[in-house]
Nanobody
Framework: QEQLVESGGGLVQAGGSLRLSCAAS????????MGWFRQAPGKERDFVAS????????DYADSVKGRFTISRDNAKNTAYLQMNSLKPEDTAVYYC?????????????????WGQGTQVTVSS
């Protein structure tokens, strides 16, 4: 059974850093685009970052550009989101997602596999 499992969330003070991991199992996700999305209470799920199958192409939401870095290790079937200079407005549940052999994008509808989410809370 294909599965994505996020880890690395937690409580951090503003200005701090966290590294989220997304471990994939059940199939090889090397042919899938990967993305990170986040959802704050009462808000829609928003795009954060995406990465192409080989990692050669990345994209970021304007709100995180320069602070977050997405990466992947296909040998480990794992994607990462390094988050630096965290702000209280980054507080949300963070989800990783994978396409079904398609290209990565900012569109939630392009992703077939989703993790259960990991909570990130940034205190001021």
């Amino acid at each position: 059974q294909e599965q994505l499992v996020e880890s690395g969330g937690g409580l951090v003070q503003a200005g701090g850093s966290l590294r989220l991991s997304c471990a994939a199992s059940g199939r090889t996700f090397g042919n899938s685009g990967m993305g990170w999305f986040r959802q704050a209470p009462g808000k829609e799920r928003d795009f954060v970052a995406s990465i192409s199958q080989t990692g050669g192409r990345t994209d970021y939401a304007d709100s995180v550009k320069g602070r977050f870095t997405i990466s992947r290790d296909n040998a480990k079937n794992t994607a990462y989101l390094q988050m630096n200079s965290l702000k209280p407005e980054d507080t949300a549940v963070y989800y990783c997602a994978a396409t079904n052999y398609g290209l990565e994008s900012r569109n939630l509808g392009n992703y077939f596999y989703w993790g259960q989410g990991t909570q990130v809370t940034v205190s001021s």
